[in-house]
Nanobody, 124 residues
Framework: QVQLVESGGGFVQAGGSLRLSCAASGRTLTNYAMGWFRQAPGKERDFVAAISRSGGNTQYTDSVKGRFFISRDDAKNTVYLQMKSLKPADTAVYYC?????????????????WGQGTQVTVSS
């Protein structure tokens, strides 16, 4: 079992930045590809970013390319999502997820473990 805990969410004005963290316990994250997803009220959980088990490959949804950056620090068993130039449309609960396998995937169904989420609110 892998337990994931997100942190770093909050309230920020448009154009601001936040860094989300996802700390893992129970198992080392070196065996998992990792992803970030987000869910706005009344909407489905959408893919945001993913990073491969090695850290060598990353993927982003088009709307965050050039603004969000996913990284991992396996020594700290933590994955990060650096978010810059935030927009009101980025407002959502952000979830991290772990997937057994080498590459990240865009479907939430491909992931085995989930955190509880952290709220990000961007005001205009």
């Amino acid at each position: 079992q892998v337990q994931l805990v997100e942190s770093g969410g909050g309230f920020v004005q448009a154009g601001g930045s936040l860094r989300l963290s996802c700390a893992a316990s129970g198992r080392t994250l070196t065996n998992y590809a990792m992803g970030w997803f987000r869910q706005a009220p009344g909407k489905e959980r959408d893919f945001v970013a993913a990073i491969s088990r090695s850290g060598g490959n990353t993927q982003y949804t088009d709307s965050v390319k050039g603004r969000f950056f996913i990284s991992r620090d396996d020594a700290k068993n933590t994955v990060y999502l650096q978010m810059k130039s935030l927009k009101p449309a980025d407002t959502a609960v952000y979830y991290c997820a772990a997937r057994r396998g080498s590459d990240g995937r865009r479907s939430p169904n491909e992931y085995n473990y989930w955190g509880q989420g952290t709220q990000v609110t961007v005001s205009s």
